[in-house]
């Protein structure tokens, strides 16, 4: 037992299977570049150790500079109790802070023409508004909108919003409505007219008024001279916000353009918040049947 046990002792290990031999033309190549190569080797190693080396300390830096340690316990319970929201204030109250330039710039020639007041009681705008549109007239229409109505572009350089909108809205709903209501009355004598070339067109009665557009016209009913006598009755000029370019001269800045606007603005208000139904009675008892008066 002893024999057999020095036999299997004597019996050598198998050797690992010896690597697959490269052909002679092509080690020579393959050792060069790996000589060639431990000098990049060597640097991208020690690269790396310096970026990690490098690495806590630009965590600790960031750290330090992004979360700030209160320096007294009364600072950290100021800055832990949450801050009051500023009170909000309307774009027509006041100028926004964001449209107000460092450097002022004036052009007036004149020192006179530089001082201008205009309304800013709500008490008196609702009167003006009361009068126009009738009892409880000032409660068509939001705070904002009834401002904005009566505010002219030149008011504050356009910076708290201004009617130009609005009055094209009004004036196409009071075209519409003074042309309706030129068409609904009789014939007017004179207003149709022979055709040269004596054809017949297509006749109706319902069709027969449509003539009296040649002899009147909306502007005949509600142009700019009646609507600023309107504007003037119902004390207008009064509440309308706006910077003449002549203080003393009100006829030459354009007086009776801003009150213009200012009445379709308001019939242009009424018809985007209430509809043209509502706008549509607005216009005729309290625009049409004032100016016709």
């Not at 002219?152 to 009071?174: E, I, T």
């Not at 504007?231 to 000029?237: H, Q, S, T, W, Y």
């Not at 606007?261 to 509809?275: F, M, R």
Request: a positive charge; glycine letters at 4%.
């Amino acid at each position: 037992m002893f024999a057999t046990d020095l036999k299997l002792h004597s019996i050598p290990a198998p050797s690992p299977p010896s690597p697959t031999k490269r052909p002679a033309h092509s080690a020579g190549p393959i050792s060069h570049q790996s000589m060639a190569l431990q000098p990049c080797r060597a640097s991208l190693a020690r690269f790396r150790l310096a970026a990690r080396a490098l690495t806590p300390c630009l965590r600790a830096y960031a750290t330090e500079t992004t979360t700030p340690k209160p320096s007294s316990p009364s600072a950290s319970s100021t800055s832990s109790t949450p801050s009051e929201p500023p009170a909000f204030v309307p774009r027509w109250a006041q100028t926004p802070p964001e449209m107000k330039a460092d450097v002022q710039l004036d052009f007036a020639k004149w020192a006179h023409n530089k001082i201008w007041s205009v309304n800013n009681d709500p008490k008196k705008l609702d009167e003006m508004y009361d009068r126009l549109l009738g009892p409880n007239g000032s409660r068509l229409l939001p705070e904002e909108l009834k401002w904005l109505a009566v505010t002219h572009k030149s008011f504050d350089q356009g910076r708290r919003g201004f009617n130009d909108r609005l009055a094209l809205v009004g004036r196409m709903a009071l075209i519409m409505e003074t042309t309706k209501q030129i068409v609904s009355k009789d014939p007017i004598p004179g207003s149709r007219v022979a055709d040269e070339f004596e054809r017949q067109p297509f006749e109706h009665p319902q069709l027969a008024a449509i003539d009296n557009l040649t002899m009147e016209g909306p502007r005949d009913i509600v142009g700019k001279e009646k609507l600023y006598d309107l504007a003037i009755d119902v004390g207008l000029i009064d509440v309308v916000r706006w910077k003449p370019r002549l203080v003393r001269k009100l006829k030459t800045s354009g007086v009776e353009v801003v009150l213009n606007s200012a009445i379709l603005a308001i019939i242009g208000a009424v018809t985007l918040q209430h509809g043209s139904v509502v706008a549509a009675q607005v216009i005729r008892e309290r625009i049409l049947g004032k100016v016709r008066a």
